[in-house]
C-alpha cells in the first residue's frame, strides 16, 4: 500500500464535481464504522509490529477534522498558505485510541465530520473555487481541491484498517492477544517512575525491571520452543532455572527503556512467529510432551496437548506477570 505522503495530487478540480465530493466525505464515518464493527474487538485493537491498528486510523481521522476546519477558515479568510499538518502525527500517537469507547470515537467523527459537510453545502460555486497553497505539496488547492484530498486520505486509511482485519483475521487468537498485550502495557510501563521500577516489593521478589528481563528469557526460551516444534513430534522442550537466569543477566542494573524496547521488539517478532505456525501444526495433538513442567497451565502426563495451547499458555503466564507490575504503578486494565 503506498505511503500517504507518496501520493500526488493534481490541482483544479472542476466545482461541478463538489456534490459528488461532498457525498464521499459524508459517508465516511458510516465506512469507518461499518469496517470497525465487522471485526472483533481483539483485531480492532491489534497493533501490526506496533503501527497503528484499526481503531486507531479511524481515530486519526477523527484527530485531523479540526485541521480541515481550519482550513476552511484560511480559504475565508483569503490565507495565502494553508495551515500545516503535524507530519508527525503526534496527536494520533499520544490520544490512546485504544482504549476508547467504539461508539463514543465514531459518534464523534461522524459529529465533527457533519459539522464540515454542513458548512461547505452551503457554499456557493465562487465560494469553492477559491484558491490557497497547500504547504506540503506546495501547490495551489481549492476547496473542491482540498475535499478531494480529505476524501482520498478517508479512502486511504480506511484501506488500511481494513487491510488489517483481513491480515489479523487468519492469524491464530494467541498471536494477536500477545501483541495486543504488548502495545496495551508499554506506554503503562512506560510511564513508572525511576524509583518504581527498580523497587523490589519484598525480599526475594522481583523489581520491574527484572520481571521484564524474566518475561525476556521466557521470549527468549520460548522462541525455540516454537520454531523447534515445527521440526519435531514432540512437545518435549528444555527448561531453565528462571531466578539464576535473572540474577546471572543482573536485570537489576539495566536501563528501564533498554529492557522495555528489547522486550517489545522480542514479543512482537514471536507473534510473527505464532502466525507463521501452520494450523495443523499448531493443532496436532501430542501424548509426548513435558507441559507438566513447563507450561503454567500444565497438561498431565498421559494428556494431549497442543503447540496453540502452549502459544497460547505463553500470553497468559506474560500477562500474569504484567499484572504483577501495573496494578501498584498505575490504573488501568494491565494488558
Same mark, same amino acid.
Request: hydrophobic fraction near 40%; aromatic fraction near 8%.
Given at each position: 500500500m503506498k505511503r500517504w505522503f507518496d501520493r500526488t495530487f493534481a490541482s483544479g478540480r472542476p466545482v461541478s464535481e463538489a456534490p459528488q465530493l461532498l457525498e464521499r466525505l459524508r459517508l465516511a464515518p458510516d465506512r469507518i464504522a461499518a469496517a470497525l464493527e465487522a471485526a472483533p474487538a481483539r483485531i480492532r485493537v491489534y497493533k501490526p509490529d506496533g503501527r497503528w491498528s484499526m481503531q486507531e486510523h479511524a481515530g486519526h481521522l477523527l484527530d485531523l477534522e479540526e485541521l480541515w476546519a481550519t482550513r476552511l477558515n484560511d480559504f475565508e479568510q483569503g490565507t495565502a498558505v494553508l495551515h500545516p499538518a503535524d507530519l508527525q502525527n503526534r496527536r494520533t500517537h499520544e490520544a490512546r485510541h485504544n482504549e476508547r469507547d467504539l461508539?463514543?470515537?465514531?459518534?464523534?467523527?461522524?459529529?465533527?465530520?457533519?459539522?464540515?459537510v454542513d458548512r461547505l453545502q452551503r457554499w456557493s460555486p465562487a465560494e469553492m473555487a477559491r484558491l490557497s497553497r497547500h504547504p506540503r505539496l506546495d501547490q495551489p488547492m481549492s476547496v473542491v481541491d482540498l475535499c478531494h484530498f480529505v476524501a482520498e486520505h478517508d479512502d486511504h486509511h480506511l484501506a488500511a484498517a481494513t487491510a488489517i482485519a483481513a491480515a489479523a483475521s487468519v492469524m491464530p487468537d494467541c498471536a494477536v492477544d500477545l501483541a495486543n498485550a504488548v502495545e496495551g502495557?508499554?506506554?503503562? &510501563? !512506560?510511564? +513508572?517512575?525511576?524509583?518504581?521500577?527498580?523497587?523490589?516489593? %519484598?525480599?526475594?521478589?522481583?523489581?520491574?525491571?527484572?520481571?521484564?528481563?524474566?518475561?525476556?528469557?521466557?521470549a527468549s526460551?520460548?522462541?525455540?520452543?516454537?520454531?523447534?516444534?515445527?521440526?519435531?513430534?514432540?512437545?518435549?522442550?528444555?527448561?531453565?532455572?528462571?531466578?539464576?537466569?535473572?540474577?546471572?543477566?543482573?536485570?537489576?542494573?539495566a536501563r528501564w527503556e533498554d529492557l522495555l524496547t528489547l522486550w517489545a521488539a522480542f514479543n512482537h517478532h514471536l507473534s510473527r512467529v505464532m502466525a507463521a505456525v501452520p494450523e495443523d501444526v499448531r493443532q496436532r495433538q501430542h501424548l509426548t510432551?513435558?507441559?507438566?513442567?513447563?507450561?503454567?497451565?500444565?497438561?498431565?502426563?498421559?494428556?494431549?496437548?497442543?503447540?496453540?495451547?502452549?502459544?497460547?499458555?505463553?500470553?497468559?503466564?506474560?500477562?500474569?506477570? &504484567? !499484572?504483577? +507490575?501495573?496494578?501498584?504503578?498505575?490504573?488501568?486494565?494491565? %494488558?
Open positions: 461508539a463514543g470515537l465514531v459518534g464523534s467523527f461522524r459529529t465533527a465530520r457533519m459539522a464540515i502495557a508499554l506506554p503503562r &510501563l !512506560r510511564a +513508572i517512575e525511576d524509583d518504581a521500577h527498580g523497587r523490589r516489593p %519484598a525480599d526475594g521478589k522481583w523489581s520491574p525491571r527484572e520481571i521484564i528481563g524474566h518475561l525476556i528469557d521466557s526460551n520460548n522462541h525455540q520452543r516454537f520454531v523447534r516444534a515445527m521440526f519435531q513430534d514432540t512437545l518435549v522442550f528444555p527448561g531453565y532455572e528462571q531466578d539464576a537466569w535473572v540474577a546471572l543477566q543482573r536485570y537489576q542494573d510432551h513435558n507441559l507438566d513442567r513447563i507450561a503454567m497451565r500444565p497438561v498431565a502426563q498421559g494428556s494431549p496437548a497442543t503447540l496453540e495451547y502452549f502459544m497460547e499458555d505463553y500470553v497468559l503466564h506474560l500477562q500474569h506477570h &504484567l !499484572r504483577q +507490575i501495573l496494578p501498584a504503578t498505575t490504573s488501568g486494565p494491565a %494488558a
